[in-house]
């Protein structure tokens, strides 16, 4: 089984901390939006900064490996025309139960964030893109298909773990308060978990992770032919995690398609 199609199963049926991302919104929420009054969040708790959205409505808006019924309903809300373009299935089906229930013009599309083939070039203003691409294993290919898909003068809103985090043992760190390097990065569950822990964690329907570097994170996009133009850094949306006490979780990054690339 591929990591694809492990983590679409595993995020059909989320356990623990991910489920937290698989609660739909509720219709104050999107009456709330409706009327100009809305926030999202690209990392686990700061709220993105509005004027990284600037004026929504109308605007093209790939919602990319971002499903769950909570950003692609607030932002159609909004007045954008939104495409949620997700892995799993429950996932999407969150983003649809919102926009029925509420009325809401929402498109909804299955794949791997690495391939957007499907969408043609400069087919959106602004990508609104979660802390999700820890869950494939090669970069590269996800912020050129970024790239691509922005018409000039686009933006590309990211949220990305903190590499840093990938060296601890985290299930001893919550048991011990304390933690210890235990992993070389570049980290990967396929590569660096024992067998036994491997099997242990696919057999719970866990998502496989991968960590990524700076270079491939920020520099990735800069490569991929992005200007840098926001970031932040993000704790933990509450004090259980052990790692969020002495550094940050995440961070976010605002990038730029050049108004004159073709």
Not at 67 to 82: D, N, R
Not at 140 to 148: D, N
Not at 204 to 222: A, I, M, N, V
Request: overall charge negative.
């Amino acid at each position: 089984m591929t990591h694809l199609s492990h983590n679409r199963n595993a995020w059909n049926q989320p356990k623990g901390e991910y489920s937290r991302w698989t609660v739909p919104v509720d219709s104050d929420t999107i009456s709330r939006a409706r009327a100009g009054d809305w926030s999202l969040l690209l990392t686990p708790s700061l709220p993105v900064p509005a004027a990284w959205f600037g004026e929504v409505s109308g605007l093209r808006i790939l919602c990319l490996a971002s499903g769950g019924g909570q950003q692609a309903p607030v932002l159609a809300a909004a007045g954008a025309e939104v495409v949620s373009f997700d892995l799993s299935d429950r996932q999407l089906e969150q983003d649809r139960i919102v926009a029925e229930r509420d009325g809401l013009s929402l498109v909804c599309k299955q794949g791997d964030m690495a391939d957007l083939s499907r969408f043609a070039d400069a087919a959106f203003d602004l990508i609104f893109h979660p802390v999700s691409n820890v869950f494939v294993p090669d970069l590269a290919p996800v912020w050129r298909e970024c790239f691509r898909v922005l018409a000039p003068g686009g933006r590309l809103l990211a949220g990305v773990m903190n590499p840093a985090l990938f060296m601890f043992d985290h299930d001893e760190g919550d048991v011990t308060g304390r933690l210890e390097i235990k992993y070389a990065l570049p980290y990967t569950d396929t590569e660096s978990l024992t067998p036994e822990a491997l099997a242990a964690r696919k057999a719970d329907l866990e998502p496989l992770e991968f960590s990524h570097s700076l270079d491939t994170q920020l520099g990735g996009q800069l490569a991929a032919g992005f200007l840098l133009a926001g970031f932040y850094e993000d704790a933990w949306h509450d004090e259980t995690w052990v790692f969020s006490r002495y550094c940050p979780v995440s961070f976010a990054t605002l990038a730029m398609k050049p108004v004159d690339a073709g």
